[in-house]
């Protein structure tokens, strides 16, 4: 039972990726999925997540407009689209299952399942 992160790479400011999370072991199509972040000599910041059934979204302030969450259950993954990056967007990008609703407070709270290894995304011309 893992989720995998994957899509991070060096793109330069102004640029694009879209960021994938995949289950192995277990569907995804129960759960509520996040994605989460984190900069080296950084707390973890929640990005944004996605209801079981993609009927709600949430995005942190700083990525609305830019991110876009979305999810294949028929593919058993998440992704996240990321438009206009900046450097300050740089960080290691982990997944993972949200035991709770699609919502702010749940993003920093928890609780929390299964966690992904991370992808690392780096914004740098």
């Known amino acids: 039972v893992q989720l995998q992160a994957s899509g991070g790479g060096l793109v330069q400011p102004g640029g694009s990726l879209r960021l994938s999370c995949a289950a192995s072991?277990?569907?995804?199509?129960?759960?509520?999925i996040g994605w989460f972040r984190q900069a080296p000599g950084k707390e973890r910041e929640g990005v944004s997540c996605?209801?079981?059934?993609?009927?709600?979204?949430y995005y942190a302030d700083s990525m609305t407009g830019r991110f876009t969450i979305s999810r294949d259950n028929a593919k058993n993954t998440i992704y996240l689209q990321m438009n206009s990056l900046k450097p300050e967007d740089t960080a290691t990008y982990y997944c993972?299952?949200?035991?709770?609703?699609?919502?702010?407070?749940?993003?920093?709270?928890?609780?929390?399942?299964?966690w992904g290894q991370g992808t690392l995304v780096t914004v740098s011309s």
């Open positions: 993972a299952i949200i035991l709770e609703r699609c919502h702010g407070a749940a993003m920093a709270k928890g609780p929390f399942g299964v």
């Open positions: 996605i209801s079981s059934n993609s009927g709600t979204t």
């Open positions: 072991g277990f569907t995804l199509d129960q759960f509520t």
